[in-house]
């Protein structure tokens, strides 16, 4: 239920131009998602969201990305602090992010 509502939580926001990440469960569907994007492969272990997230950012820069839900996104993820937390819920949102097809339809088949 976590892990869904997180994933939720970070598709709504990326349709609002003033929304913010609030936790590291959704920054890390949010990094699974973007690696995706991205051909970035995810790490297995505990230190994955800060240097994930530096790596993303990183690569980012070299793209031009025409869609304003992944420029959301992105802002977002800019914008967030990530701490050291890592759990196994922090872990399936990174691999449910990564996963994703179309995360901007709610509605999963």
């Not at 590291?24 to 997230?53: K, S």
């Not at 937390?85 to 990564?98: K, T």
Request: with cysteine.
């Amino acid at each position: 239920m976590v892990t869904s509502l997180a994933r939720q939580a970070v598709i709504i926001k990326s349709g609002n131009d003033t929304s913010i990440l609030t936790g590291n469960y959704e920054l890390a569907y949010a990094l699974g998602f973007l690696a995706n994007q991205m051909e970035i492969p995810i790490p297995e272990d505990g230190e994955v969201l800060r240097n994930l997230q530096e790596k993303i950012l990183e690569e980012a820069q070299k793209k031009a990305f025409e869609d304003e839900k992944m420029k959301r996104l992105l802002r977002m993820v800019r914008l967030y602090n990530s701490d050291s937390v890592w759990n196994e819920q922090v872990q399936e949102l990174l691999h449910m992010g990564f996963a994703e097809k179309c995360p901007w339809d709610l509605h999963r088949a």
